[in-house]
Nanobody, 117 residues
Framework: QVQVVESGGGLVQPGGSMRLACAAS????????MSWYRQAPGKERELVAAISTGGRTNYADSVKGRFTISRDNAKKMVYLQMNSLKPEDTAVYYC???????????WGEGTLVTVSS
C-alpha cells in the first residue's frame, strides 16, 4: 500500500508564494506518475500539474507560468511551487501517485491553501 501525505498549505496573501510538498511511500517511487489536483468549494476536483517518471510536466492553463511541479526521486518527494497566487487558487490541494505498473491511484488527504488578504 502506498501512502501519500501532503504538507505546506496555509494562508497566503494575493501575489504571494507557497510551496507544497508531497511524500509518497513505496520502494518504486521513481515509477510513479505524480500529480497535484485541487478542489475549490462547490467545484469539481481538477488537475493542476503532473510530472512523469521522466520528468515531463504538464499544467492546467490557469496555472501555467505561475506554478512549477518537480520531483526528487531520492527523497520520494514531489513539490508544487506556487507563485503569483490569486484568490481563485484557494482550494484543497491533493497529491496523487499513479503506479506505472498497476495504474492504481493513491491519494493524499489534501492540504488547504487559502489566498486572501
Amino acid at each position: 500500500q502506498v501512502q501519500v501525505v501532503e504538507s505546506g498549505g496555509g494562508l497566503v496573501q494575493p501575489g504571494g508564494s507557497m510551496r507544497l510538498a508531497c511524500a509518497a511511500s513505496g520502494s518504486i517511487f521513481s515509477s510513479y506518475v505524480m500529480s497535484w489536483y485541487r478542489q475549490a468549494p462547490g467545484k469539481e476536483r481538477e488537475l493542476v500539474a503532473a510530472i512523469s517518471t521522466g520528468g515531463r510536466t504538464n499544467y492546467a492553463d490557469s496555472v501555467k507560468g505561475r506554478f512549477t511541479i518537480s520531483r526528487d526521486n531520492a527523497k520520494k518527494m514531489v513539490y508544487l511551487q506556487m507563485n503569483s497566487l490569486k484568490p481563485e487558487d484557494t482550494a484543497v490541494y491533493y497529491c496523487k501517485a499513479t503506479s506505472g505498473y498497476s495504474k492504481d491511484d493513491y491519494w493524499g488527504e489534501g492540504t488547504l491553501v487559502t489566498v486572501s488578504s
